[in-house]
């Protein structure tokens, strides 16, 4: 992996986007990158440990390039996305993928103890750089506020179109779990807990109680009482996609539920 201040300047015109192609094939050439590959982008939202910048190839041969940690993650001084990298520290990374792709490259980065950190979609091009560390960015957004979570954006699709949009999903938070905010925040936590135990067994209301160490009664009683305070119903497929949603803005808040 690469790091330093000519990398990031050559890269910083990428990652802002809207490079003209006589730009791109210069940083291509000063890079030693070439023009057209499989390439991703990396947000890390805390500083890059030193095991994460070691010089060379990883094991699945995937070549790393980070920009700048100073001025920008990968943006050179006075680009558009220069005042953006500076805010929360985040640094970024341009990776030409191996043979295991994006996965591998996110599955590395939580080996090191890197994150949080956000991981774009492929792209085809340095041209799409831009495209790419904005979606990253956003990948980086949906972690769970105190984790060290590496995500990739195509795994978190839905909890980005919230984050992407934080007025609607604040909107979105007071109608459907409204009257659920107004509990004690220990009633409150077991009803959402319960929601999210009953999500992850594929709605068997008796492998939710077997997770939560509980009688199945107990379950069915608290997931009838949170569909009676949010006005849903969880056999109503519209219904139940406010509320999963809804417990998305909930997972990704700064505040406990």
Do not use: K
């Amino acid at each position: 992996m690469r790091r330093g201040t000519r990398y990031g300047a050559l890269l910083g015109p990428l990652l802002a986007g809207g490079a003209t192609p006589d730009l791109v094939t210069r940083a291509a050439r000063g890079l030693g990158l070439p023009e057209r590959g499989r390439y991703a982008v990396v947000v890390l939202g805390t500083p890059v440990p030193d095991a994460v910048v070691a010089e060379g190839p990883d094991v699945d041969g995937a070549r790393w390039w980070w920009g700048s940690a100073e001025a920008s993650p990968g943006a050179v001084e006075g680009s558009p996305g220069a005042a953006e990298a500076r805010e929360g520290g985040r640094q970024v990374a341009v990776v030409l993928l191996g043979p295991a792709g994006a996965a591998r490259a996110a599955a590395r980065l939580r080996e090191l103890g890197a994150g949080p950190g956000g991981v774009s979609p492929v792209v085809g091009s340095l041209a799409e750089l831009g495209a790419a560390r904005r979606l990253a960015g956003t990948a980086l957004l949906t972690c769970e506020p105190g984790s060290r979570e590496i995500v990739r954006l195509d795994e978190r699709l839905p909890a980005a179109l919230l984050v992407s949009r934080p007025e609607l999903s604040t909107r979105l938070l007071a109608e459907v779990f409204g009257p659920l905010l107004t509990l004690a925040p220990a009633e409150r936590s077991l009803l959402v807990e319960t929601l999210e135990a009953w999500l992850e067994c594929g709605g068997s209301v008796g492998r939710a109680a077997g997770r939560l160490g509980c009688h199945r009664n107990t379950v069915f009683n608290r997931l009838r009482r949170l569909e009676r305070l949010t006005a849903r119903s969880l056999s109503r497929p519209r219904e139940l996609v406010d509320l999963v949603l809804a417990l998305e803005v909930l997972r990704l808040s700064s505040a406990p539920p």
